[in-house]
């Protein structure tokens, strides 16, 4: 028993919120551990407490699409596309249940939690108090995950238990708004017993803004249905309160954040593009990084992700690498610093393309937050550069490749036709011409399961983004104004001396871009069905412009965009809210499917 302790406990000590073995925890804690030995001692709590943060859909990097491998969201959305020739983020309509989490097994838990914290014995009611505001807190956590994505769901606080009546368990689901406003609540009513902020050995666990910031965030979701969504089933899915309401408490939650001072937007480098970067590689230092709120960290070799291993570019990587390749409609969304849109300068007046010397000089002068973000031809990368080409162009003929071993030329002055990190129509390398670089490792090369990079859950800056948004939707233009230049400010680009509502949105599109908020907010914006409908995105394609008895180092290349080899995208209205899982339904004939299934 001691060893089983041992075990739980060290998990807990690296971190309370990183992605470890669910089952192990969750055997171990509950089903092998007593009650009396469970709830008997402060570490035997701490531990059931881990298990519960451990099941809270962070969405983070080990998240994939329905589970397919290396299926990232961001390929679900217009920010990229997927390189590999599989998995379900290529379907040209994309899937009903892509993004379902229909957890009660962990509903259940934590009602269990909090129906016998009130009775552990060799606590404190001080230290129970704050395990039970927890508790509540990561409950508010699961049912956000659900109502994002089914709607109105059945709203269970107690542990069921079987009498003999079946029928006493098959709840009906209950209204989108009744559960949005229990989310408030119950967020409302942990608050204050919270504490501000940790110990160094307690630092992963959700703190008083922690909850502040689910609110303001769960309430800006509420506010968008309210707004832009429709009521259908009866209020189970869709809000018929005025969206203003839940606006004002998105807004009042991100104003108690920023008026407590205990946060700031990043800032230790003075290199703006080197700052963003390093923004979310030291997310898990919280006494460097006070933008940082919520954080889910990691640990190798145990506890480790494998985002790197999955998006390294092809020259870079270890085995699989290229998932993710960023659309150049995302490029595009970046501006140039001056504040100029950013559409990317590959052809004069005349519509002649524009030579440049290296590839890289395309994208001078682009937001900081690009190059920080988004790996492209010519960028810099763990010690050597991104070379991507698609071909030669001698004479005004294209001559390319359908591998990375094919060359052009005699001699010294032979070269691949093809850069060694694509791009390629099919295999790996990239179908855009771009990687992710956003989290990614800048030194090192990193095995499957050993990226230790954390994951912010909550950070200072969406919690502005979110104040922004729901300042804009009250007619609050000047405080959205001001939180939209702070970012601004701090990424390095041109500030604004007006602002609307298409700008707030896309300012959260490249401040935000593949932490996972992007297909959450299409939908609750309900513009998804136009963004993607049959669309089709596109590719930078680099060609080297060959000038014979020149050496290829000293030629110069053109550009050109071309639709990216991949099935157009479709977004169906239905899948605003998630097909409810099949088996449950049979299982609870009291549940309704959601509309269009």
């Not at 001080?126 to 049912?143: D, G, I, S």
């Not at 701090?490 to 599109?509: F, M, P, Y």
């Not at 914006?525 to 394609?541: E, G, K, M």
Request: with cysteine; hydrophobic share 40%.
């Amino acid at each position: 028993m001691r060893k089983l302790h041992k075990h739980i406990s060290f998990a807990l000590l690296l971190t309370l919120s990183a992605s470890c073995n669910k089952d192990f925890l969750e055997r171990k804690a509950q089903d092998i551990i007593s009650d009396d030995a469970a709830y008997g001692s402060v570490s035997g709590v701490q531990a059931l407490t881990a298990n519960l943060y451990n099941n809270m859909q962070t969405e983070a990097f080990d998240y994939w699409v329905e589970g397919n491998q290396a299926a990232f969201p961001s390929q679900a959305s217009d920010e990229a596309v997927r390189s590999y020739s599989w998995g379900a983020t290529l379907d040209p309509i994309l899937g009903d249940e892509m993004f379902g989490w229909w957890r009660y097994d962990f509903v259940r838990n934590v009602n269990d939690f909090i129906e016998k914290i009130p009775l552990a014995t060799n606590i404190s009611e001080e230290q129970k108090t704050r395990f039970l505001a927890e508790a509540r807190f990561v409950r508010a956590f699961y049912y956000f995950s659900l109502v994002k994505r089914y709607g109105g769901v059945p709203l269970i606080t107690k542990v069921q238990q079987y009498n003999g009546n079946l029928e006493e368990l098959k709840v009906p689901r209950n209204k989108e708004q009744e559960v949005y406003d229990f989310i408030a609540s119950e967020l409302d009513a942990i608050t204050g017993q919270l504490p501000e902020s940790y110990g160094a050995d307690e630092r992963y666990r959700a703190t008083r803004y922690a909850a502040l910031a689910l609110k303001c965030r769960a309430m800006l979701y509420a506010a968008s249905v309210a707004k832009y969504g429709s009521v259908q089933l009866g209020g189970a899915v869709g809000i018929a309160a005025n969206a203003d309401g839940y606006w004002q408490k998105a807004y009042d939650a991100a104003q108690l954040i920023i008026n407590s001072g205990k946060f700031q937007l990043f800032n230790g480098y003075s290199d703006k593009t080197a700052n963003f970067q390093q923004l979310f590689l030291t997310g898990a230092d919280l006494d460097k990084n006070k933008e940082a709120i919520f954080v889910k960290a990691y640990q190798s070799p145990d506890l480790a992700h494998g985002f790197d291993f999955y998006n390294a570019p092809q020259s870079f990587k270890i085995d699989y690498g290229c998932a993710t390749n960023p659309t150049l409609e995302l490029v595009e969304s970046f501006e140039y610093t001056d504040g100029t849109p950013g559409k990317l300068k590959i052809n004069d007046a005349a519509g002649n393309p524009i030579p440049y010397k290296n590839t890289a000089d395309l994208f001078k002068d682009k937001d900081p937050r690009f190059l920080a973000s988004i790996l492209y031809p010519g960028a810099p990368w763990q010690g050597g550069t991104v070379e991507l080409r698609r071909g030669v162009i001698d004479n005004g003929v294209q001559f390319t490749s359908a591998n990375l071993t094919d060359t052009y030329g005699s001699g010294a002055n032979s070269i691949p036709r093809v850069g060694k990190d694509g791009p390629l129509l099919s295999g790996d390398p990239t179908k855009t011409g771009f990687y992710v670089k956003k989290f990614m490792d800048p030194v090192n090369r990193l095995a499957d399961g050993r990226s230790t990079t954390p994951w912010i859950v909550f950070r200072y800056g969406e919690v502005l983004l979110n104040y922004a948004e729901a300042a804009i939707e009250l007619g609050k233009t000047a405080d959205a104004l001001n939180a939209i230049n702070l970012l601004r400010d701090r990424a390095g680009i041109k500030t604004l001396s007006n602002i609307t509502r298409d700008q707030v949105r896309h300012e959260r599109q490249v401040e935000l871009a593949f932490e996972n908020h992007r297909w959450w907010d299409i939908c609750r914006w309900r513009t998804a069905t136009d963004l993607l409908n049959n669309t089709q995105f596109h590719a930078l394609y680099p060609w080297l412009m060959w000038e014979n008895g020149k050496s290829p180092a000293d030629m110069q290349y053109t550009f050109q965009i071309v639709p990216a080899p991949k099935n157009t995208r479709t977004f169906l209205s239905r899948m605003y809210y998630q097909r409810i899982p099949t088996g449950e339904i049979d299982k609870n004939s009291n549940l309704l499917q959601n509309p269009g299934f």
